[in-house]
């Protein structure tokens, strides 16, 4: 229904900057919400950044003021500006999107794309 294509993962020093792309296969008017979920090793995938289909947002505590999420409409892509990177953001950054009906939630993922941020 919905395929969602990441990119901009890599190794960065920490305090360097990263953009991570998400292209989805369809309008992002048909979806409702987007966002980058993180999940490092040997802990639990977490929402790092989300933005409805109105432009609101929400951030992790964790990345806020130093992450930013923005979507362009013409593209169907959904943005995550990383920047003073720290260590801890290292993790493997899955793009989401989610569409709703009256009847049904659709989940949506990407397959991953890795952040690495040396000390």
């Known amino acids: 229904q919905v395929q969602l294509v990441e990119s901009g993962g890599g190794l960065v020093q920490a305090g360097g900057s990263l953009r991570l792309s998400c292209a989805a296969s369809r309008s992002s008017f048909s979806i409702n919400a987007m966002g980058w979920y993180r999940q490092a090793p040997g802990k639990q995938r977490e929402l790092a950044a989300s933005?409805?289909?109105?432009?609101?947002?929400n951030y992790a505590d964790s990345v806020k003021g130093r992450f930013t999420i923005s979507r362009d409409n013409a593209k169907n892509t959904v943005y995550l500006q990383m920047n003073s990177l720290k260590p801890e953001d290292t993790a493997v950054y899955y793009c989401?999107?989610?569409?709703?009906?009256?009847?049904?939630?659709?989940?949506?993922w990407g397959q991953g794309t890795q952040v690495t941020v040396s000390s």
């Open positions: 989401h999107a989610r569409r709703d009906t009256v009847v049904y939630s659709y989940d949506y």
């Open positions: 933005i409805t289909s109105g432009g609101s947002t």
